[in-house]
T-cell receptor, first 114, second 111 residues
Framework: DAGVIQSPRHEVTEMGQEVTLRCKPISGHNSLFWYRQTMMRGLELLIYFNNNVPIDDSGMPEDRFSAKMPNASFSTLKIQPSEPRDSAVYFCASSIAGGPGEQFFGPGTRLTVL | KQEVTQIPAALSVPEGENLVLNCSFTDSAIYNLQWFRQDPGKGLTSLLL?????REQTSGRLNASLDKSSGRSTLYIAASQPGDSATYLCAVYTGGFKTIFGAGTRLFVKA
């Protein structure tokens, strides 16, 4: 099993640009999570999908952030326009049983907004 | 509001030593607790998942215990090795699709 796949692994962009992060969950997992990790705030849940449907997006910081899951094998997290304070590592995780299930994390995307 | 605390924030031990990492949570109404390992610049690797009805889980040299009533979990690492050096995070699932993470304990095992 390839595990959770994220792309790109690193992204450097300028303030105001659109950024799209991608995630492929583990096959057969029906829940997908997007997290953000920073030194100041640690690991924070941004949004949670179950069976491709967004269940809880209360962690999305602003309207500049949006996430989609068009099918069971692909999700995107978009930031438009990006700001320097969005710089962080963004992780995608998946599980077979939602919150109660064991979560498996991808390698993350390190985003730097200049 | 659930809060998860990990103590100590950092720990340095000589190779071969047995050690305990601590995790405490403020609300005992949890569904499960998961321990992760994170290497620098990498993602999180799941180590052990303890359901609320369980007292402990073991995997190799790792043993995790859970005491819901006191809001505590410990991760015991036997015969530590330099390859165990990493940050260890605990996370509690409290329902409502929320998983709350601790800030982690940074472990360094000296050869």
């Amino acid at each position: 099993d390839a595990g959770v796949i994220q792309s790109p692994r690193h992204e450097v962009t300028e303030m105001g640009q659109e950024v799209t992060l991608r995630c492929k969950p583990i096959s057969g997992h029906n829940s997908l999570f997007w997290y953000r990790q920073t030194m100041m705030r640690g690991l924070e849940l941004l949004i949670y999908f179950n069976n491709n449907v967004p269940i809880d997006d209360s962690g999305m910081p602003e309207d500049r952030f949006s996430a989609k899951m068009p099918n069971a094998s692909f999700s995107t997290l978009k930031i438009q326009p990006s700001e320097p304070r969005d710089s962080a590592v963004y992780f995608c995780a998946s599980s077979i049983a939602g919150g109660p299930g064991e979560q498996f994390f991808g390698p993350g995307t390190r985003l730097t907004v200049l | 509001k659930q809060e998860v605390t990990q103590i100590p924030a950092a720990l340095s031990v000589p190779e071969g030593e047995n050690l305990v990492l601590n995790c405490s949570f403020t609300d005992s109404a949890i569904y499960n607790l998961q321990w992760f390992r994170q290497d620098p610049g990498k993602g999180l690797t799941s180590l052990l998942l303890i359901q609320s009805s369980q007292r402990e889980q073991t995997s190799g040299r790792l043993n995790a215990s859970l005491d819901k009533s006191s809001g505590r979990s410990t991760l015991y690492i036997a015969a530590s090795q330099p390859g165990d050096s990493a940050t260890y995070l605990c996370a509690v699932y409290t329902g409502g699709f929320k998983t709350i993470f601790g800030a982690g304990t940074r472990l360094f095992v000296k050869a």
